[in-house]
């Protein structure tokens, strides 16, 4: 490579509990710099979710965190062009590319749903893959789907 590799940015945990994943989450969520109004939004979704759910023994955060991983997909397709034909390779997935993908797809099918506030459709979005099911759970279904399929074309992988 010509150019040296960019440094990862180091992400300061949030204020209520103290986690970097929870800052990486709300910027992700973030629109035009507004931070505050991201954290707001999260937080609202957090006890959204704790008064849905008041029946688990677990709290909001660790909810939000299994439904994360209920939803991160473990391999992906790539498109990879051999002699003329483009093959649907694929490969596994970088730990922290797993976290953003996820991420990203729970915050995207949040926009999508249909709902009140912003708040009120991520705390529906993370219940729902809480209980694995919902659009981004389908979303990690399909790209596993599709791996299987194209799974004979693995060792064109680089």
Do not use: C
Request: cysteine-free; proline content about 4%.
């Amino acid at each position: 490579m010509r150019k040296a590799k960019p440094k990862k940015r180091i992400v300061l945990p949030d204020p209520v509990f103290g986690e970097i994943m929870v800052t990486r989450f709300v910027n992700h969520l973030m629109y035009d710099g507004k931070k505050s109004t991201a954290y707001t939004i999260f937080y609202s979704a957090l006890d959204s979710v704790k008064a849905k759910l008041a029946n688990e023994d677990k709290t909001a955060i660790e909810i939000w965190k299994a439904a994360l991983d209920n939803i991160t997909p473990q391999v992906e397709v790539k498109s990879r062009r051999i002699g003329g034909a483009t093959f649907q390779v694929p490969t596994e997935i970088r730990p922290e590319r797993k976290e953003s993908i996820s991420m990203k797809n729970m915050i995207h099918y949040s926009r999508t749903r249909g709902g009140k506030t912003m708040a009120d459709k991520l705390a529906a979005e993370i219940v729902d893959a809480y209980n694995m099911q919902g659009a981004a759970f389908k979303r990690k279904e399909d790209m596993h789907r599709m791996a299987e399929a194209n799974r004979a074309f693995a060792h064109f992988r680089f």
